[in-house]
């Protein structure tokens, strides 16, 4: 393509080309323009702080105490992420099930997730299984109560799981259910198993189609995580309400953790880009 | 390509296909065929005409099972298959019999994520269980015979619709099959572009592969099948070899679906 538009220049008449230039021109002035209001848009937000007297010292000296709740916020997100990408491909499976046990376990699952608060949720982990487990117990089931007693962090990684795994069921068999049936009759012909077909043909097409909506929901945990504060645990935005609170500079210290959460999802927002453009390398005509 | 299945003489040929009595009703009461016979030899090239939603497409795609017959019997290559039971031994013998007919899609469905080469070992490496080195020199050897050796590297969006067809015979033929079966290979394609695909056909049957293909293609109907069966409401209206078919057809329907495609 490049090549022979490079071929043909010579025969683009001098009016066609003034058009192009232009456009091209036009462009320019565009992202030129963009920068700029970028620009604009963080002195005055920097302006702002100066004329609030927002105190710089202050937010610098406890940068380091925050940034060190970080590691739990990161480490619940990713262990969380994880257990919902696993329970969100088997939810999947499960809604596009024709065993009607799988299907009814998938679609409660779903239901019942989505249809009630996190915060509810998370204290269910936290404060109601171990009554659960009490109650067990005793039923005659010996040492129970203890397995069912989590500690904060585990508590709060099985609540961020389960729930963002509902939510990504969903959107995993939205993905799979946007593959032609062209494809799986292909597999079909060639003599795959269901299995087979859905491993090698279906999902890394369909992983395409949700790789978006997941780093949506990815950035969507990494906020979420702040819900195991509730539970004691120091994590990124807990330290900053802690120490805002104590010292009556609420502001400084929330203004510091927001902006570590946007650099964060700014970052993974890359990470996402750099998946997509992966994923759709068999989707471009022209490089 | 070397193809040893090629057929020696007429009267010897084993019987390759086989359906019998066959009917396909789409929900409860779409009677898209009505109680179909079949038999397709060795190395016998056989087109089935007719006017759309004659069931023409779902005979062939009964044949590998891509819809479940409603009533009859399927045998491909000794494999026979009772239509209505569910058991897993009929499951495995219906895999046996996908993995023995190859069959190409008017929409061509190659797997876009992949290149063409790696479309074509597909089969063989994940179907077969060969590796990749193994898969490798015949499935390049399938591209050179279709003649798109230079485009192995490139993924499906990249190619022609000629290309991706070709492609998505090669992809069959990775698998050795005992029949094709074309499902309207050349419908989806603009006019300039159906030669190349049905070169190959023809190349593929005069080396003895067995073809049953759905095709409006006059030139391969006429010139290269050994049959042609038209097909209307789910029944055989006549068949015969296409000089017979083409210049004095028998029935009156067939007459005027000849008419209308000829024309």
Redesign the interface.
């Known amino acids: 393509m490049d090549n022979s538009s490079k071929m043909n220049k010579s025969s683009i008449p001098p009016e066609a080309q003034a058009i192009l230039k232009q456009v091209a021109d036009r462009e320019t002035r565009f992202r030129k323009n963009m920068l700029i209001s970028f620009i604009v848009l963080t002195l005055l937000a920097i302006g702002l702080f100066i004329l609030i007297k927002l105190d710089f010292k202050f937010m610098i000296k406890w940068l380091g105490f925050i940034l060190t709740g970080m590691g739990f916020t990161l480490l619940v997100s990713f262990l969380a992420i994880s257990l919902a990408c696993i329970l969100s491909v088997i939810g999947a499976l499960g809604r596009l099930s024709s065993n009607p046990v799988a299907n009814s376990l998938a679609t409660a699952y779903v239901s019942l997730i989505r249809g009630t608060p996190l915060l509810v949720q998370v204290y269910m982990w936290y404060l109601a299984l171990p009554q659960l487990g009490k109650a067990i117990e005793e039923l005659g089931v010996p040492g129970i109560q203890s397995l069912l007693t989590l500690p904060a962090i585990p508590a709060g990684i099985l609540a961020l799981g389960v729930c963002y795994g509902a939510y990504m069921t969903e959107t995993v068999r939205a993905g799979i259910q946007s593959i032609t049936i062209g494809q799986r009759e292909a597999a079909k012909a060639l003599g795959m198993t269901d299995g087979q077909a859905m491993r090698r043909i279906i999902f890394p097409q369909a992983l395409r189609v949700i790789i978006p909506p997941i780093s949506n929901e990815f950035i969507a945990m990494i906020k979420d995580s702040s819900l195991v504060s509730l539970m004691g645990v120091w994590e990124l935005s807990y330290r900053a309400i802690k120490i805002g609170r104590r010292y009556f500079q609420s502001l400084e210290m929330l203004i510091m953790v927001a902006l570590i959460y946007w650099v964060m999802c700014v970052l993974l927002q890359y990470v996402q880009e750099r998946i997509e453009t992966y994923m759709a390398r068999g989707d471009r005509r022209m490089s | 390509m070397e193809n040893p299945k090629k057929a020696t003489s007429q009267e010897s040929r084993k019987t390759m296909v086989s359906i019998k009595n066959l009917h396909k009703v789409f929900g409860q009461n779409l009677h898209v065929l009505q109680g179909i016979d079949l038999e397709v030899k060795a190395g016998e090239v056989a087109v089935i005409l007719g006017p759309s939603g004659s069931g023409k497409s779902t005979l062939l795609r009964c044949i ?1 099972f ?1 819809e479940t017959p409603t009533a009859g019997t399927i045998t491909v290559d000794g494999l026979t298959v009772n239509a209505g039971k569910a058991t897993k031994e009929e499951e495995s013998k219906i ?2 019999i ?2 023995k ?3 190409c ?1 008017q ?1 061509f ?6 290149t063409a080469l790696e479309n074509v070992i ?2 063989p490496v ?2 077969l269980g060969q590796s990749k080195s193994e898969a490798i020199p015949y499935a390049m050897e399938l591209l050179e015979w279709v003649g798109l050796s230079d485009k192995k590297d490139e ?4 190619l022609s619709g000629g290309q991706q067809q070709r492609v ?1 015979i090669a ?2 033929l990775a ?1 050795k099959p005992d029949v094709m079966l074309f499902d309207e290979p050349t419908s989806a394609l603009d006019p300039e572009l159906v030669g190349e695909v049905v070169d190959v056909m023809e190349r593929l049957a005069e080396e003895g592969m067995t073809i049953l293909a759905v095709t409006h293609e006059m030139h391969f109907a006429r010139d290269v099948a050994h049959r042609v069966l038209i097909m209307d409401g789910g029944k055989w209206i006549e068949q015969g070899p296409p000089e017979e078919i083409f210049t004095n057809p028998k029935e009156t329907r067939s007459k005027q679906f000849l008419a209308h495609i000829l024309n």
């Open positions: 590998n891509l895999l046996q996908r993995k007919t190859g069959m899609f929409s469905n190659l797997f876009p994520h992949m597909e089969g994940t179907v993924h499906p969006s990249r998505a992809r069959s698998m």
